[in-house]
């Protein structure tokens, strides 16, 4: 038999971070009555295999299902290989392109390597969604569907958008909240978390487990975490984020880079420091705002490198900030030529994963060429089309936070 906190205790951790509950009232029953019969809740999360690599914005989510974890609950990690290949429309307006079954394999992949610098995987349930859909008919599809009406399905904001533009939707991309939905069904679930983005799915999920004379699971939604800019949500494809497999030193720099107005959620919704403290933290009487940073940013780095590692990172940052200086450890790449194309140097040093997210950091200003005996700034590399001198000792720079050295 499982032993669990208290309820309160389980309550209070859960809720942080203006947590979006339906509903809360029924959260507390389900835990009391787990901690009773000493019997874990089961708590599902899907995983998106479209995207392998996530970044912090992704761990708040994550963090929530560790917490689960840790107060004794069990994790379910719904793989979705079958809704890969719908594709979740949330928020686009256009139909996505489906995966194949082996791009969702090697994305799957590289998510799980990622996911369990949060989650502990090796204690948790993974489940593929192919394991109960591959095995319905078409009538079984049928059924399920006649259980969902199209004016419901209209209810979310994206589709019912689409349809009022005449947009075009494509039928399968309607199945997939129902598919989402079935999977509670399928395992059972107590709790489903997910992004404030997913909440009408999630929502779907609880009234087609009412529909099926199951108790419905409880839906937990967390805010979207804003990226580096303070504006727009974390997103790879708008240069804002701090990727999970950052360096210790990009990513601290980084975090130092937020602005004032942010460090309220990203300590809320980022690491477990007591709010009280947090509230002492964020009180400049009390607290120097840098310093306050400087913990933000020693918090997140060492959940992914270390205590040791966010030491050093800080007090590497602190000497760049006093001397102004480079870093002292820049790693050095011996180029594949004398002259390489920009876009082709971004990838070959592994300052970006694509042309296209190479192009995206040069239209965004974000890289530069440092020479050392003209000046620690460097220049502004701002045409796509640039062919770059790749002599010895000169630096490439992405952003504030990474270099490298032609040897």
Not at 218 to 239: N, Q, R
Not at 268 to 281: K, Q, S
Request: include cysteine.
């Amino acid at each position: 038999m499982t032993k669990f906190p208290p309820v309160e205790e389980q309550l209070e951790a859960i809720l942080r971070g203006a947590v979006e509950c339906y509903s809360a009232e029924d959260l507390k029953k389900r835990l009391t009555a787990s901690r009773e019969s000493g019997k874990p809740l089961r708590v599902k999360l899907g995983l998106d295999p479209t995207a392998p690599n996530i970044h912090i914005g992704h761990t708040v989510v994550l963090g929530k299902m560790r917490l689960f974890q840790d107060f004794g609950h069990t994790a379910v990690l719904i793989v979705g290989d079958y809704t890969a290949m719908v594709g979740d429309p949330s928020g686009k307006s256009k139909t996505r392109k489906s995966m194949t079954e082996d791009e969702v394999n090697a994305a799957a992949k590289t998510y799980f390597d990622q996911v369990g610098t949060v989650i502990d995987v090796k204690k948790a349930e993974i489940r593929r969604n192919g394991e109960w859909f591959s095995k319905m008919s078409f009538g079984d599809v049928m059924r399920l569907a006649g259980r969902i009406t199209v004016a419901r399905i209209l209810e979310r904001d994206d589709f019912a958008k689409r349809y009022a533009n005449q947009t075009p939707i494509s039928l399968h991309e309607l199945m997939y909240p129902m598919m989402q939905a079935y999977d509670s069904i399928a395992i059972e679930a107590d709790v489903e978390l997910g992004g404030t983005d997913q909440t009408f799915n999630l929502l779907m999920g609880r009234r087609l487990m009412e529909d099926s004379n199951l108790k419905p699971q409880i839906c937990l939604t967390t805010p979207l975490l804003p990226g580096l800019d303070g504006v727009e949500k974390m997103s790879k494809s708008l240069g804002n984020t701090i990727d999970v497999f950052d360096p210790p030193d990009e990513m601290f720099g980084k975090t130092m880079s937020i602005a004032d107005s942010q460090m309220r959620n990203w300590f809320t919704l980022l690491t477990r420091i007591p709010m009280a403290e947090v509230e002492i933290l964020l009180d400049p009487k009390q607290t120097n705002p840098r310093m306050s940073k400087d913990r933000l940013a020693q918090e997140i780095v060492a959940r992914y490198h270390g205590p040791d590692a966010a030491k050093k990172a800080s007090e590497e940052f602190a000497r760049r900030f006093r001397d102004k200086g480079l870093p002292t450890d820049i790693p050095t790449h011996k180029p594949s030529g004398a002259i390489v194309p920009i876009v082709d140097l971004l990838l070959e040093v592994g300052f970006s994963a694509s042309k296209g997210e190479a192009r995206r950091s040069i239209e965004q200003k974000g890289v530069r060429l440092i020479d050392e005996k003209a000046s620690a700034d460097g220049e502004v590399i701002a045409d796509v089309n640039a062919k770059i001198e790749t002599r010895k000792g000169l630096i490439l720079r992405l952003g504030k936070h990474r270099y490298v050295r032609f040897s």
